[in-house]
């Protein structure tokens, strides 16, 4: 299959922005994909598959992240990610 | 609560309380109702609305002083009023010589006697010990004990997923061997788990391809433990994919009602387990301090984050 390149933009809704539990949500989902994913704000990158990497972007609620996925199964991947953010990571 | 009988006073404590059986020695099955010592003092004075009939009777020096005030006839009388509450024994502190009384309706009443030279302050200490021990509910389970910097660790898991390996470079690192693949397990009063091993097996371990091997000649005799405090379970698995990334949310599992730490740990080739499983053990160790690193660091970005919706937003 050719190599896809997906990206996204999503807000974050949920009301204490991407601290530990939304954090290790997202690396869960990203590590059973085998693509290339990461997420960028304010000019930091980091990969979607790092705990400590998605704790330090600052992604507080609000704010605009920018997801980009690159590799055979980036589609679904990005579909994934983005069922997380649209839940609001499932949080109250 | 297990019931226990005098014969498993005896069994475990013959040595340790110094007993010895002076009458009574065909009736040691009977059981112990009540798991704990009275001292009859107040039942010889003829005195039985209230009397702790269903626990060991302990004959100290205020028992042997009080019956040497009473006549002959009054003494009798006395002790058989105690004998006729069905007592579950009798034990004579001090060594003192049992009174030709005791001997005799011990033999009629069918009650154990016997004697120890302890002192009855220091005899009640031993024995409460002893028989909160002996009464504590108790179960084998499957899984390796280590005590590792004074954190008691049991490792679970599938057979072949290197239970034994991983006791086994742990026990290289100086920590130390309490039970390796079957391991008992205890409720004590103060709602600890309290694990030991079986003592056929103890401080033997099996390693795939080497056979039996016993740790402390191997490794000296700081290299193992009679027994330790669980403080942390530790299940070893094989990958899944759904492991704990953060640690903000620890999961508890229930051993014998009580509610322990418990850390699911992914194996793969590589992974140096005994590393992983000495930092969980001081992780642990921290926790109890008081200190939860992963909750912290949640807590202080959910803070700056949260701030910054005041900033931007």
Redesign the interface.
């Known amino acids: 299959m050719a190599e896809t390149a997906v990206l996204k933009k999503f807000k974050v809704t949920n009301e204490y922005g991407i601290h530990a539990r939304p954090a290790a949500l997202l690396v869960k989902a990203a590590g059973k994909y085998e693509c290339d994913i990461f997420i960028e704000k304010d000019g930091n990158k980091v990969s979607c598959k790092s705990i400590m990497g998605l704790m330090t972007i600052e992604g507080y609620p609000g704010s605009i992240l920018k997801v980009s996925a690159s590799g055979s199964d980036a589609h679904d991947a990005m579909a994934e990610i983005e069922e997380l953010f649209v839940n609001k990571f499932y949080e109250d | 609560m297990t019931t226990i009988t005098v014969q498993d006073l005896w069994d475990e404590g013959a040595e340790r309380l110094s007993l010895s059986i002076i009458a009574g020695e065909q009736h040691m099955d009977r059981k112990i109702p009540e798991i704990a010592m009275n001292r009859p003092g107040l039942a010889l004075t003829g005195f039985f609305q209230y009397f702790a009939n269903q626990r060991i009777q302990i004959f100290g020096l205020a028992e042997f002083t009080y019956l040497k005030s009473l006549s002959d006839k009054e003494k009798r009388q006395r002790l058989e009023g105690l004998f006729e509450q069905q007592i579950p024994g009798i034990v004579i502190t001090r060594n003192r010589k049992a009174p030709a009384e005791i001997l005799e309706l011990a033999e009629r009443f069918k009650v154990p006697v016997m004697r120890t030279s302890l002192v009855t302050m220091n005899f009640v200490n031993e024995c409460t010990v002893l028989l909160e021990k002996l009464s504590a509910p108790r179960e084998r389970i499957q899984g390796t004990t280590m005590e590792v910097m004074g954190i008691g660790v049991l490792l679970r898991g599938d057979p072949g997923i290197g239970k034994s390996e991983t006791a086994l470079s742990l026990i290289e690192r100086g920590y130390s061997l309490v039970s390796d693949d079957v391991t008992e397990i205890r409720r004590t009063t103060r709602g600890r788990i309290v694990c030991w091993a079986n003592e056929v097996t103890r401080y033997h371990m099996e390693i795939r391809g080497l056979g039996i091997i016993h740790v402390p000649s191997l490794f000296g005799v700081a290299s193992i433990r009679r027994q330790t405090e669980l403080d942390i379970v530790i299940d070893l698995k094989k990958p899944s994919?759904?492991e704990?990334?953060?640690g903000?949310?620890p999961e508890n599992i229930e051993l014998m009602g009580v509610e322990i730490p418990c850390i699911r740990l992914p194996v793969r080739s590589g992974r140096d387990m005994a590393n992983i499983v000495e930092v969980a053990a001081l992780n642990q160790k921290l926790k109890e301090l008081g200190h939860d690193a992963?909750k912290e660091?949640?807590d202080k970005?959910?803070n700056?984050?949260?701030k910054?919706?005041v900033q931007?937003?």
């Open positions: 994919g759904d704990d990334r953060t903000v949310n992963a660091l949640d970005i959910i700056r984050l949260t910054g919706r931007h937003g």
